[in-house]
């Protein structure tokens, strides 16, 4: 069932087109933002781990009625519309296939707006290059939200996606809170791309981000990546080769795991 609701929620995001109020990002904000009577559960919304807990509320009711009803076909029905609305973000996508179409063009000025939209949806203010933009944008919107839905179901998957989106206060608090959640995530991704990369290279970057703590995900994502696989432009003018290279890693990162899944579906794990 894992493996179907998966390869189903996936294919579904690339080709299915809806509004943008289709978004787990969307309902959590609004129901952030929901209204109730005045009293100890408002007053209570406003501490941190309040606000937290207020906001997987909605994942935890799907998980509450899915055990309530136990119906294999339901949970699966579920999983898939519930990962399908947890992994959609058309605006990146969009927003990528602009800035390919503006770069092969020669419009920098809308490649570099293009660019600047992966850099807010990845939550990178800085100068960060196309390359690691996409590296992460994957690992936030597709790789952890699957890596937590087999790991704990739909539940796993909503919650993490409800931290990932939710509107928080920027402190240490939550930074840590962020480098938890993706801390897993980020060494299993990146361990797919010591097979599909260059391993030689890439295995001694991996084996640093596992032992150096706190090294950043962020960071540890855009290394091991980088030594996995030569990113560097074929010639100077040449701006899109970069991002193309990248999406062809993760992609062929997500084709092992899935495959790997496959086998293990097969040997009765999932």
Not at 21 to 45: S, Y
Not at 101 to 120: F, I, P, V
Not at 244 to 254: E, G, P, S, W
Request: overall charge positive; hydrophobic content about 50%; glycine content about 6%.
């Amino acid at each position: 069932m894992y493996l179907l609701a998966i390869l189903l929620a996936y294919s579904l995001e690339r080709t299915v087109q809806l509004g943008r109020n289709w978004e787990w990002r969307r309902l959590v904000l609004r129901w952030q933002h929901l209204q109730i009577a005045q009293g100890k559960i408002e007053e209570w919304r406003q501490h941190s781990l309040g606000k937290v807990l207020w906001a997987i509320i909605p994942a935890l009711i799907i998980w509450f009625v899915l055990a309530l009803f136990h119906n294999t076909l339901l949970t699966f029905l579920v999983s898939v519309g519930a990962l399908f609305l947890a992994i959609r973000v058309p605006a990146a996508r969009a927003a990528y296939r602009g800035y390919l179409d503006a770069a092969t063009s020669g419009d920098d000025e809308t490649a570099s707006d293009c660019l600047r939209k992966l850099q807010k949806m990845a939550d990178r203010h800085e100068e960060a290059p196309i390359e690691n933009v996409l590296l992460w944008i994957h690992l936030r919107h597709y790789f952890a939200v699957f890596l937590y839905f087999l790991l704990f179901g739909i539940v796993g998957a909503l919650v993490y996606a409800t931290l990932r989106d939710m509107r928080h206060p920027h402190n240490e608090r939550w930074s840590t809170a962020q480098q938890v959640i993706d801390w897993l995530p980020t060494r299993i991704m990146t361990l797919g791309f010591l097979l599909v990369g260059n391993f030689s290279r890439a295995a001694p970057v991996w084996l640093s981000s596992i032992g150096n703590v706190p090294q950043g995900n962020y960071a540890a994502a855009t290394k091991i990546a980088a030594a996995a696989e030569d990113l560097t432009p074929k010639h100077e003018d040449d701006i899109t080769s970069t991002a193309l290279t990248t999406v062809a890693l993760v992609k062929r990162n997500m084709l092992l795991f899935i495959v790997l899944l496959a086998v293990l579906t097969i040997g009765g794990w999932f």
